[in-house]
């Protein structure tokens, strides 16, 4: 079956560093999500792509973080000069459809020390 | 805005028992999605049950169904014969197409604990 995957599947970093988070969602699919959940926390929304540009961001979504889909099969998160709060588990999805269930991938621990 | 609340933090089932996870959410729409997610220890994600609101008829998965109210806006799951594998924290989640353009509302989550 078909799946999202994610790499790394930790990463480490020093603060003010920049880290990119990456994604491959499946194959057909046309839209991309990426989620956070700081440890223990609620899993919170960041933002949603769709035809080559985002299409929702949460407040959370800030200067520090883009996203980008630099080919026809990675979808790309980075994150500037990280700082500590950041440091969560980030995780990507796709859809087909706009009414289908999120594929989520495995995730990226992000780790910012 | 739509919100969705789990409002138990964590549960704890016997083995081969049965439970139910608690899930309301609020929304002015009509038409919309509700999921349940399970996260293991590993952090993935997975689907366990999805309904389409416009469906009266609740959905099951083998051993996990739902209780659908809308009127009540309440969506529960439950899981019969719990087995070990079942323990993970669960999230319930809406989809609001038109509000909140394809955007997951989520749950707090409950943490499942299965005694052996």
């Known amino acids: 079956e078909p799946e999202v995957t994610q790499t790394p599947s930790h990463q480490v970093t020093q603060m003010g560093q920049e880290v990119i988070l990456r994604c491959v969602p499946i194959s057909n699919h046309l839209y991309f999500y990426w989620y956070r959940q700081i440890l223990g926390q609620k899993v919170e929304f960041l933002v949603s792509f769709y035809n080559n540009e985002i299409s929702e961001k949460s407040e959370i979504f800030d200067d520090q973080f883009s996203v980008e889909r630099p080919d026809g099969s990675n979808f790309t998160l980075k994150i500037r000069s990280t700082q500590l709060e950041v440091s969560a588990m980030y995780f990507c999805a796709s859809s087909g459809d706009y009414n289908s269930p999120l594929h989520f991938g495995n995730g990226t621990r992000l780790t910012v020390t | 805005a739509q919100t969705v609340t789990q409002s138990q933090p964590e549960m704890s089932v016997q083995e081969a028992e049965t439970v139910t996870l608690s899930c309301t959410y609020d929304?002015?729409?009509?038409?919309?999605?509700l999921f349940w997610y399970k996260q293991p220890p590993s952090r993935q994600m997975i689907l366990v049950i999805r309904?389409?609101?416009?469906k009266q008829q609740n959905a099951t998965e083998n051993r996990f169904s739902v209780n659908f109210q809308k009127a009540a806006k309440s969506f529960s799951l439950k899981i019969s014969d719990s087995q070990l594998g079942d323990a993970a924290m669960y999230f319930c989640a809406s989809l609001h197409p038109l509000d909140s353009n394809y955007q997951l509302i989520w749950g707090a989550g409950t943490k499942l604990i299965i005694k052996p």
């Open positions: 309904q389409e609101a416009y």
């Open positions: 929304t002015s729409e009509s038409d919309y999605y």
